[in-house]
């Protein structure tokens, strides 16, 4: 067969693949996106490079929020989970709207993917087709991110590619929700979409709808978001039309290009001007404990914990380079990444803080080094390797980032960029069954964008309002976001104390929920929450913010109280002098398993959801008192950790508002001072008790088995992890030979 059979699509008679190839390769030779050393628009025509910018840039935004119209999901209309972005016919991001940008480059590693895999020859691109995505490994961070990516042309050339993510409710996996987190593997996680041909004449193939809706217990908001992306693709495709008619189709191509080298520009003006050159490493850890869970198949019940042993070289031109050697093994659960995702994951995170909000493309993905270690969780050699919640280690392992940034900020003199980290996403309520109409259901709680940002640098963080992965998320409206959906009721949602890290400047506080079930049958609900380990420490003497738990309620005289018009607990509060147990009769069940398999509830049964807070920033016993106070009176502290943390006297005068005893604290902060120096030893005397476990490997199991793992992976952190410690080259205790 003639390969060549059809025309190529690319520029002056170019295919895709030859476009790619050679954008690559001037990239290469130059250090310049396309080679390109000057900018003729952006420099000598500003304000027509003003337009050209302004005028897609508002296409993108004005498509997104007509487009979010047409879903009936809470998660893409009322939070946001969208964006939309062009990208040059290479694949690289131009510019794009507001939203789930992380998807910015996981789409741009889609449409790479396809070029590099010959779809110009078969499927071929044409006018009106429409593609598909959802496979991690192409592009993707989960696969509940669904792609719809469509090609614009422009008198017979591929002039841009245009292309739309949403984050749906369900995909159809072993158990229910967005993100699942009992599947074990890419087998079990439910729908896989492989790039592909979806649709012809801006129509998408009835086989591919009937197949996907089978495939999810929300059929029809999955419907609805696939023409929630398409509609917002063709308005796009409409609006870069006109711009090319008013401005001519070469100054439109020669700006794309230019976008992207000014975006690479910009981010490395940037790291000269905001960081100092130098290695730095924001190690973190998360847990999945899974030992004694049976829900299983065997592989899959064991304590894992993970290594994110992020570092980052700055080099004084300006250009950054990011490596996750070190990184512990992919396993069998859903929290494994592709890289594409880390990269999306390290991108949204800079473009909320480092980049310059003006010019945010591609452009920063070219100005960094990226390096995620092939078998371990960032990078797995495996395609069995479940993706689903990617989240639960990405925002874990990705925390490292902002105490990276902010040594630089703080160094440099950039003190309001300061930042301690962020609450991460969870705890999140997954469920199914059948609700309040008798249909079925399946929940994905996404009120947990309600988490807390980090300290600032001269502040406290932000409370309730922080998603590391949409800078403009909502927690979502009660009544038409999830009572709507949830056979749940709310009896409250409130600040919970506590959760954010205390420190001179505390972390942002989280929000918690009360619900009570209502109207269900065979419902089960789920807990997916970090449990024992802190995964954001804190700042410059700063704590970390809250660990989870779990707290339910079954078997309960909730609907007898409501009979009766007695009160109701509206949060837990104080999880050591619970609420919800002082004031509901029944079986209760609390622990630190955060993270749980589905699990089932009865009408009347009660579900607690704690959000994270953010960490905190410099020593708490340097807050000042006056702050302590007012956090007892709104509510962000328990009464007697002022004393325990932040060595403040408060009392409480008869109106009820509380007072600081200045004489009272000024000497509690004195001897908690010196008992702080009577605690302490040198790090010489530590070493010396320290380094004798690590050698003998007198670890928790799982601990030992996360550094078994880093160090089979990686001869470098391995090298560097032994040489630190004083272990020999092939210990058994950290070189186990392999089983027979
Ligand atoms: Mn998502």
């Known amino acids: 067969?003639?390969?060549?059979?059809?025309?190529?699509?690319?520029?002056?008679?170019?295919?895709?693949?030859?476009?790619?190839?050679?954008?690559?390769?001037?990239?290469?030779?130059?250090?310049?996106?396309?080679?390109?050393?000057?900018?003729?628009?952006?420099?000598?025509?500003?304000?027509?490079?003003?337009?050209?910018?302004?005028?897609?840039?508002?296409?993108?935004?004005?498509?997104?929020?007509?487009?979010?119209?047409?879903?009936?999901?809470?998660?893409?209309?009322?939070?946001?989970?969208?964006?939309?972005?062009?990208?040059?016919?290479?694949?690289?991001?131009?510019?794009?709207?507001?939203?789930?940008?992380?998807?910015?480059?996981?789409?741009?590693?889609?449409?790479?993917?396809?070029?590099?895999?010959?779809?110009?020859?078969?499927?071929?691109?044409?006018?009106?087709?429409?593609?598909?995505?959802?496979?991690?490994?192409?592009?993707?961070?989960?696969?509940?991110?669904?792609?719809?990516?469509?090609?614009?042309?422009?008198?017979?050339?591929?002039?841009?590619?245009?292309?739309?993510?949403?984050?749906?409710?369900?995909?159809?996996?072993?158990?229910?929700?967005?993100?699942?987190?009992?599947?074990?593997?890419?087998?079990?996680?439910?729908?896989?979409?492989?790039?592909?041909?979806?649709?012809?004449?801006?129509?998408?193939?009835?086989?591919?709808?009937?197949?996907?809706?089978?495939?999810?217990?929300?059929?029809?908001?999955?419907?609805?978001?696939?023409?929630?992306?398409?509609?917002?693709?063709?308005?796009?495709?409409?609006?870069?039309?006109?711009?090319?008619?008013?401005?001519?189709?070469?100054?439109?191509?020669?700006?794309?290009?230019?976008?992207?080298?000014?975006?690479?520009?910009?981010?490395?003006?940037?790291?000269?001007?905001?960081?100092?050159?130098?290695?730095?490493?924001?190690?973190?850890?998360?847990?999945?404990?899974?030992?004694n869970e049976r829900g299983h198949l065997p592989q899959a019940a064991v304590n894992t914990l993970m290594n994110a042993p992020l570092e980052f070289t700055v080099n004084s031109d300006g250009t950054m380079k990011t490596t996750l050697d070190g990184a512990s093994a992919w396993g069998f659960h859903t929290m494994n990444c592709s890289p594409s995702a880390l990269q999306g994951g390290m991108w949204v995170m800079m473009c909320q803080s480092l980049a310059d909000a003006e010019s945010i493309n591609d452009g920063a993905y070219f100005a960094m080094d990226q390096h995620f270690p092939r078998g371990s969780w960032t990078n797995p050699d495996n395609p069995e390797a479940g993706t689903a919640h990617a989240w639960h280690f990405l925002w874990s392992g990705l925390n490292g980032l902002f105490r990276f940034l902010s040594h630089g900020y703080h160094a440099r003199g950039f003190i309001e960029e300061v930042v301690a980290g962020y609450g991460t996403t969870t705890n999140i309520l997954y469920g199914s069954g059948l609700n309040m109409f008798g249909e079925p259901f399946a929940a994905t709680n996404m009120e947990m964008t309600g988490a807390g940002l980090g300290a600032r640098g001269c502040r406290d963080g932000l409370d309730c309002s922080y998603a590391m992965w949409n800078p403009e998320s909502d927690i979502g409206d009660i009544e038409t976001s999830w009572e709507l959906w949830e056979p749940m009721l709310y009896l409250g949602r409130t600040v919970k104390p506590n959760t954010g890290g205390a420190g001179k400047y505390r972390g942002g506080n989280a929000l918690e929920s009360v619900r009570l079930v209502w109207k269900s049958q065979q419902a089960v609900f789920q807990h997916v929450g970090h449990g024992m380990v802190h995964v954001n420490c804190g700042l410059f003497g700063g704590y970390p913010s809250n660990t989870g738990y779990r707290r339910s309620a079954h078997d309960t005289d909730a609907f007898e109280l409501i009979a009766k018009q007695a009160p109701l607990p509206t949060n837990d509060h104080d999880p050591e002098h619970s609420q919800v147990e002082t004031m509901i009769k029944g079986r209760h069940i609390v622990d630190d398993n955060a993270l749980t398999l589905p699990e089932p509830y009865s009408d009347g049964d009660l579900y607690v959801s704690v959000i994270q807070g953010g960490p905190g920033l410099g020593d708490p016993l340097e807050r000042e008192p006056a702050a302590v106070v007012k956090d007892l009176a709104e509510g962000h502290l328990l009464p007697r950790f002022a004393e325990r943390l932040y060595g403040v006297i408060a009392v409480q005068g008869p109106d009820g508002a509380w007072h600081v005893d200045v004489q009272a604290t000024a000497a509690r902060r004195a001897a908690l001072r010196r008992a702080r120096a009577e605690e302490s030893v040198p790090v010489a005397q530590w070493l010396a008790t320290e380094t004798p476990r690590v050698q003998n490997g007198e670890l928790p199991p799982w601990v030992r088995r996360m550094y078994q793992e880093s160090i089979r992976l990686s001869t470098d952190w391995g090298g560097e992890f032994k040489a630190f410690w004083g272990i020999a080259d092939g210990s058994a205790v950290y070189e186990p030979a392999a089983k027979k």
């Open 1 to 291: 067969m003639d390969m060549k059979s059809k025309p190529p699509v690319g520029w002056n008679g170019t295919t895709l693949k030859e476009m790619l190839a050679a954008s690559e390769r001037r990239f290469a030779d130059t250090g310049h996106y396309q080679g390109l050393a000057e900018l003729p628009i952006a420099d000598r025509k500003p304000l027509l490079f003003e337009r050209l910018h302004l005028k897609l840039r508002g296409a993108l935004v004005s498509a997104r929020e007509v487009a979010r119209n047409i879903s009936a999901s809470p998660i893409v209309k009322e939070l946001g989970e969208l964006c939309f972005t062009v990208f040059t016919p290479e694949g690289d991001s131009v510019t794009l709207s507001t939203g789930i940008i992380v998807h910015v480059h996981t789409m741009s590693d889609v449409v790479k993917f396809m070029i590099r895999n010959d779809f110009e020859d078969d499927p071929g691109f044409a006018p009106g087709d429409i593609f598909c995505n959802n496979d991690v490994l192409a592009g993707n961070v989960h696969n509940c991110d669904i792609h719809t990516i469509i090609p614009f042309f422009w008198e017979g050339e591929l002039v841009s590619w245009i292309a739309g993510v949403t984050h749906v409710p369900d995909v159809g996996a072993r158990t229910p929700g967005s993100s699942p987190v009992g599947p074990m593997s890419t087998y079990d996680q439910g729908l896989t979409i492989p790039p592909q041909k979806i649709g012809e004449n801006d129509r998408v193939f009835r086989a591919f709808r009937d197949m996907y809706k089978r495939t999810s217990r929300t059929p029809l908001l999955l419907e609805l978001d696939e023409k929630t992306r398409l509609a917002g693709c063709v308005m796009i495709r409409q609006a870069i039309e006109n711009l090319i008619r008013e401005e001519g189709i070469d100054t439109y191509k020669q700006f794309m290009r230019e976008a992207i080298e000014q975006g690479r520009r910009s981010f490395i003006r940037r790291v000269k001007r905001m960081l100092v050159p130098g290695r730095y490493r924001v190690p973190s850890f998360c847990d999945v404990p899974w030992e």
